[in-house]
């Protein structure tokens, strides 16, 4: 073989290199399924119809901060603890108004392998809702519609509020 | 990294290319067709380059890259053993072990990946040197065979905005199969039995099997699962040792 047919020789490892290499090296670290479904929460009036709230801050836990600053909304998502059985959700339509508490108790936690970027979704089942009210007349009633929260399609719990 | 690494190994295959067409120039090929005039010292020099191309030799060595990437990462250490035997003309029989440890620390998982890998398959030489052929390029293809320990010591359950640590799993036995096309190619370092030996090789993953439905986090030998794809620059020092000289 001479130098030219050598050269010629390389090249073509060299392109075989460049091809292989373009069918390589996708990384995959980037989340882009659903995570774990987060509480899907619907308000209506005393009557059961749909009822858009001008101004709702939710605290989590006793947070000082709202983790959610809601505006003209008739429903809200809102992801539970993963860590923990019990999420304590604060509700204040001022900001230094408190009215009331709702803790969602979920006694099963059940955790599914996703992907490697996005890790484990949970999920809740078994679970409670309780209401525990500050303020007469402001939340009239809550209902919890499903005792399972697997997926964020359909709500999970209706809060009544009184006129 | 990786690109790096193609850089880097494209430079030595140049490098390669460079020298043993240096190297032509200065040899003047045997000719059997010459008539028969030369005295009993010449022919037996004529004989004895020609015999080489029949030679058949043990090369043994170790990839003096992975210790460098280990030293350099300290998150995948481990060693690889390379041996190859001549079968045929230009077929070269490829045996490699391997070990590795793995610490897997990204995207909220903390894992620890441990075990051996073998490696078997063959290289087949595209171009050789005309007085040398144990300096060559060559295309190869190989089988790796990796039962490993895998630990999750913790893993992430996601929230939306928020990434809580789940605790771990239970240490575990797995097994992972893939394929690895390979280009490299092999020189001589100074007129001596040692060759520096580079290659590319590309990871296919054939199967894994998985704890509770996880695809593998990393694997020995294999590397940080890419997509079922990876790419590996190996740099060995191999030693010649011949074992049989079958002359033509």
Redesign the interface.
């Known amino acids: 073989m001479n130098g030219t047919s050598f050269y010629k020789c390389l090249l073509r490892c060299l392109s075989l290199i460049l091809v292989m290499m373009n069918s390589s090296c996708e990384e995959t670290d980037v989340c882009d399924q659903m995570v774990s479904p987060r509480l899907n929460i619907v308000f209506k009036d005393v009557r059961g119809d749909a009822l858009v709230l001008d101004t709702l801050y939710v605290y989590r836990d006793g947070n000082r901060s709202p983790e959610v600053m809601m505006h003209k909304s008739d429903s809200l998502h809102i992801a539970l603890n993963a860590d923990k059985n019990e999420t304590r959700f604060e509700f204040r339509r001022k900001e230094d108004a408190p009215l009331g508490e709702i803790l969602i108790t979920a006694k099963n936690r059940e955790r599914q392998y996703i992907s490697i970027a996005c890790g484990f979704k949970q999920f809740y089942k078994d679970v409670t809702y309780d209401q525990y009210q500050y303020k007469l007349g402001e939340i009239e009633r809550v209902i919890g519609l499903q005792s399972e929260i697997v997926d964020e399609s359909s709500p999970h719990l209706e809060i009544r509020w009184q006129d | 990294m990786?690109t790096c690494s193609?850089q880097i190994?494209?430079i030595v295959?140049?490098s390669f290319?460079i020298a043993?067409?240096q190297g032509?120039k200065l040899v003047t090929k045997p000719s059997i067709q010459e008539p028969v005039t030369m005295d009993t010292t010449s022919t037996n020099s004529i004989q004895d380059q020609l015999s080489m191309i029949y030679d058949h030799a043990l090369y043994v060595g170790i990839d003096a890259f992975a210790p460098i990437r280990g030293w350099f990462a300290r998150k995948n250490t481990g060693y690889q053993v390379v041996s190859s035997f001549r079968v045929y003309k230009k077929i070269h029989l490829a045996v490699e072990i391997g070990q590795s440890t793995i610490v897997y620390d990204?995207?909220?998982?903390k894992a620890t990946m441990q075990g051996l890998y073998y490696k078997v398959g063959f290289n087949w030489s595209?171009?050789?040197h005309?007085t040398d052929p144990d300096q060559m390029?060559y295309?190869g293809l190989r089988y790796t065979f990796s039962p490993y320990q895998q630990e999750v010591k913790a893993?992430?359950?996601?929230?939306?905005?928020?990434?809580?640590t789940?605790g771990g799993l239970p240490k575990i036995h797995l097994i992972a199969q893939w394929l690895e096309?390979v280009?490299g190619a092999r020189v001589a370092l100074f007129n001596t039995p040692i060759y520096l030996d580079a290659s590319?090789n590309?990871f296919f993953l054939i199967t894994s099997t998985k704890q509770?439905?996880?695809?593998p986090?990393a694997i020995p030998g294999f590397g940080e699962?890419?997509?079922k794809?990876?790419?590996e620059f190996k740099w060995a020092i191999v030693y010649k040792i011949p074992i049989v000289n079958k002359r033509r």
Do not use: Q, T
């Not at chain 2, 990204?106 to 998982?109: E, G, H, N, V």
């Open positions: 990786i193609i190994f494209i295959l140049l290319g043993c067409a032509e990204r995207l909220d998982w595209l171009y050789e005309s390029y295309l893993y992430p359950v996601r929230s939306f905005g928020v990434v809580y789940g096309p280009i590319l590309l509770g439905g996880m695809d986090l699962d890419l997509d794809k990876n790419l």
